[in-house]
């Protein structure tokens, strides 16, 4: 952009040599009139269109994730309302998600409950809480389109990693922007094995499904 200014300013400097060998053709006076005019119109134009930066955003409110599954028994969830960020977005001129440049979501492995002990106990063991204490998502690279967003990146659960795509939904509220979806995985694709219940007798189904909605701020 720099060189640019260089090279506009190097043609106006040139301007006084054409008003004189034209200052007797009126015209000829009126075209280079309008033709700077334009130019100069078009310099402001250009060097003071507003670029949409790139910004910082962080949690606001309480995120809620959730984690629903079946076993022989009955169904069941685990719900988490803690999570740690990191994020950066771009919005356009209306104020609307317009790029993911990053994110990274952590979720501490035993913030997930389930109103009964036993249960959280056993579903600790399979995740390896003891060395593994979050579950995390690293984005590597998205798209955005009217609020909807394709997001691939790393999902990490009980210390094993796999590239994961997500489908997001990204609303503008008063607070910042809320960002909604769900995945389906299968427990023994990153290694966990589906935990039992009662010796054994109530066995938990292999598929779960992760819900989450955040909202995250650049305020």
Request: proline content about 4%; overall charge positive; some cysteine.
């Amino acid at each position: 952009m720099f060189v640019h200014g260089q090279q506009s300013c190097a043609g106006l400097n040139r301007f006084p040599n054409l008003v004189l060998s034209n200052n007797k053709n009126p015209e000829a006076m009126k075209m280079i009139t309008k033709k700077t005019r334009f130019a100069v119109l078009f310099a402001l134009a250009f060097f003071h269109t507003p670029v949409q930066a790139q910004q910082n955003y962080r949690l606001t409110g309480t995120p809620t994730i959730t984690i629903a599954g079946t076993s022989t028994m009955h169904d069941w969830t685990m719900t988490s309302q803690q999570a740690a960020t990191q994020a950066q977005f771009e919005t356009d001129a209306a104020g609307q998600l317009s790029k993911v440049n990053s994110i990274v979501v952590t979720i501490p492995a035993e913030s997930l409950k389930s109103g009964k002990g036993a249960m959280d106990k056993n579903a600790y063991n399979a995740l390896k809480t003891d060395k593994n204490k979050d579950i995390r998502f690293q984005l590597d690279n998205a798209t955005v389109n009217a609020g909807n967003i394709i997001a691939h990146g790393t999902l990490t659960i009980a210390g094993s990693s796999k590239p994961t795509e997500l489908t997001v939904t990204a609303k503008q509220e008063a607070n910042g922007i809320r960002f909604q979806g769900s995945k389906k995985i299968k427990m023994t694709e990153f290694n966990v094995e589906p935990p039992s219940f009662m010796f054994g007798s109530v066995k938990t189904g292999d598929e779960i499904t992760i819900t989450f909605n955040i909202t995250l701020s650049n305020k």
